[in-house]
């Protein structure tokens, strides 16, 4: 049986349908931010009411608008939770190992001056973890990894919310790009390219903007030649893969070079210090914040503080950093096209029950009534979670870890994506389910009213989806499929705004409840530092969406690369 989809409820206008295909949106805002609910909550609460809108709004078949939902739910499976899965367990390995202390202390004891610290730890490190793993990990992580080295619970959780902005664009071996090219059926080459266009720039002024927000002007003084060098270097090179490479190695390559760029630089620059650094193989650092008036403005108050920090052969150090060597070369042998190729020979292409070719899009989306596919690609041995399966047991291998313990881990881990799963699955069986319905195609039509200015707000609707789910992929396959609906209407590249969805949304990141809570836990905040702390960073991720936004217009209308 056909159904073919239709585009304002109920016979009223487009103003009305609009505001009822919104709602689940509205739901899961009002849990999220209103309520305080859980994340997977409020996702199975916003697929409900999808649900309820497909059936009674759109006058959906049951049996279609439920596997619509499933289709969503299985995308969020395998790919996505398959390469979280992978990355999370990997990590694990290197704590539960010791090594990760190896390459926390490395880092720790190259300079001793806390905004260079930050920039390493919270900007470059964190960078690479976000390719790595993403899902928060960064945030917890960086976070802890500052602490540890004297910075305040706050500081370092505002340092690192404020650092880990752009790089998620590209996080979880690339992922977010990866749910957007699935999502909308656009060029994953393509896409990869446009978000690391609209990235790149923002990148580049990330490291001296975090210093001021946390230290004002006087903070960059004697470090403008690094704050350039880290925001330069990450920048080109975040450009540079993502467009010649492709979205799953852009983090992890531009965290490296970005690190050892500045690794390079603080050993030329304490080579060439007239003096000793005292107390070498030491460093003492404390950020703290000072209020400042009833404005919410900050001052950054450094007090030393010894702490000591264990020496390691170069030995040791490279054994520590080995897993995630090893995971750039298995995701490069991925991406290799022969192998590729030979993995692909056991893809299954399963058109989804109830759903392929059922469904028909209809004017003025399409010229003439059209047939919506649904494809699922189960490319197991090809997948990119695939790639860090391998990188893990070599790991395992490699750091003799005993079988027991590597079980240990990965139901550790499975307990620790228990929620999180029922997050991924709810909220693509919700994008999926607003797609096939012609909800997004509803709401497309209304922001098409916003014309020229559409690429603007492409990226503040970026931006309210990472809010909204905590995740730059979910967001993604939330207003993927809008964004491209509304750029076909408008006359727009519908990749350049399919891009400026995930370039705007990342700036989301740092204000998103879950992010928060991460943040929260992993340095001991309280309730009301909370709330201090998304005040803080709130107008930071106005400011920055805004950038975003301004270089999607810059784009679309002055220099016309898309």
């Known amino acids: 049986m056909i159904w073919q989809q239709s585009y304002l409820l109920f016979g009223h206008g487009l103003a009305?349908?609009?505001f009822l295909a919104a709602l689940p949106i509205f739901i899961v805002l009002l849990m999220l931010g209103v309520l305080r609910r859980p994340a997977w909550q409020a996702g199975l609460c916003g697929l409900i009411v999808s649900l309820a809108l497909a059936v009674f709004g759109y006058k959906m078949p049951l049996v279609t608008a439920v596997s619509s939902a499933l289709n969503g739910a299985a995308f969020g499976l395998f790919p996505i939770l398959w390469i979280i899965f992978w990355a999370i367990v990997l990590f694990r390995i290197t704590v539960e190992t010791g090594q990760f202390e190896v390459i926390k202390n490395s880092i720790g004891r190259l300079t001793p001056d806390p905004r260079l610290q930050a920039l390493l730890i919270?900007?470059?490190?964190?960078?690479?973890?976000?390719?790595?793993?993403?899902f928060g990990t960064p945030v917890a992580i960086a976070a802890t990894?500052?602490?540890?080295?004297?910075?305040?619970?706050f500081s370092a959780a505002a340092l690192c919310l404020l650092a880990n902005t752009a790089p998620v664009a590209f996080g979880s071996i690339g992922i977010p790009v990866i749910t957007l090219a699935g999502t909308t059926g656009l060029s994953v080459t393509k896409l990869s390219a446009a978000v690391g266009a609209l990235c790149a720039p923002i990148t580049f002024i990330v490291p001296t903007y975090i210093i001021l927000a946390v230290g004002g002007f006087a903070s960059t003084d004697g470090i403008i030649v690094p704050l350039l060098l880290t925001g330069g270097v990450c920048g080109v090179v975040q450009f540079c893969v993502s467009n010649y490479l492709g979205p799953q190695l852009t983090d992890i390559l531009a965290g490296l070079c970005t690190m050892a760029a500045l690794v390079l630089l603080l050993r030329f620059r304490r080579a060439r210090a007239s003096a000793p650094v005292a107390n070498e193989g030491k460093t003492a650092m404390l950020l703290r914040f000072a209020r400042r008036g009833s404005d919410g403005a900050h001052d950054a108050e450094l007090v030393i503080e010894e702490k000591t920090i264990p020496t390691y052969t170069a030995g040791e150090v490279f054994h520590a950093w080995a897993p995630y060597g090893i995971l750039v070369a298995f995701v490069l042998l991925w991406g290799w096209p022969p192998l590729t190729h030979l993995?692909?020979?056991?893809?299954?292409?399963?058109?989804?029950?109830?759903?392929?070719?059922?469904?028909?899009?209809?004017?003025?989306?399409?010229?003439?009534?059209?047939?919506?596919?649904?494809?699922?690609?189960?490319?197991?041995?090809?997948?990119?979670?695939?790639?860090?399966?391998?990188?893990?047991?070599?790991s395992v291998w490699l750091l003799r870890m005993k079988p027991a313990q590597f079980f240990s881990i990965l139901a550790g881990v499975v307990r620790q994506l228990r929620k999180p799963t029922a997050?991924?699955?709810s909220v693509l069986g919700m994008a999926f389910l607003m797609n096939y319905s012609g909800a997004t195609v509803t709401l497309g039509l209304a922001f098409a009213a916003t014309g020229a200015l559409f690429p603007f707000f492409s990226a503040l609707l970026g931006w309210l989806g990472v809010f909204l789910t905590g995740s730059d992929t979910s967001a993604n396959a939330l207003f993927g499929n809008l964004q491209v609906v509304t750029a076909n209407r408008l006359g727009f590249d519908p990749v350049l705004l399919a891009a400026a969805n995930s370039a705007g949304g990342v700036m989301g990141k740092m204000i998103s409840i879950q992010t928060i809570a991460i943040a929260a836990a992993a340095t001991g905040l309280s309730v009301a530092e909370q709330s201090r702390l998304f005040r803080f960073t709130l107008k930071h991720s106005v400011v920055l969406a805004f950038v975003a936004g301004g270089l999607a217009i810059l784009y679309a209308h002055v220099?016309?690369?898309y």
Not at 350 to 355: A, M, N, R, T, V
Not at 373 to 383: C, H, K, M, Q, V
């Open 122 to 134: 919270a900007f470059a490190f964190s960078g690479f973890l976000e390719g790595a793993a993403g």
């Open 16 to 18: 009305f349908s609009f």
């Open 559 to 561: 220099l016309h690369a």
């Open 145 to 153: 990894m500052l602490i540890g080295l004297g910075f305040s619970p």
């Open 423 to 425: 997050t991924i699955a």
């Open 343 to 394: 993995l692909d020979k056991v893809t299954v292409v399963i058109p989804w029950p109830q759903l392929h070719n059922v469904v028909q899009k209809m004017t003025p989306i399409v010229h003439k009534p059209t047939p919506y596919g649904a494809l699922f690609t189960f490319n197991f041995l090809s997948a990119s979670g695939t790639s860090c399966l391998c990188a893990t047991l070599c």
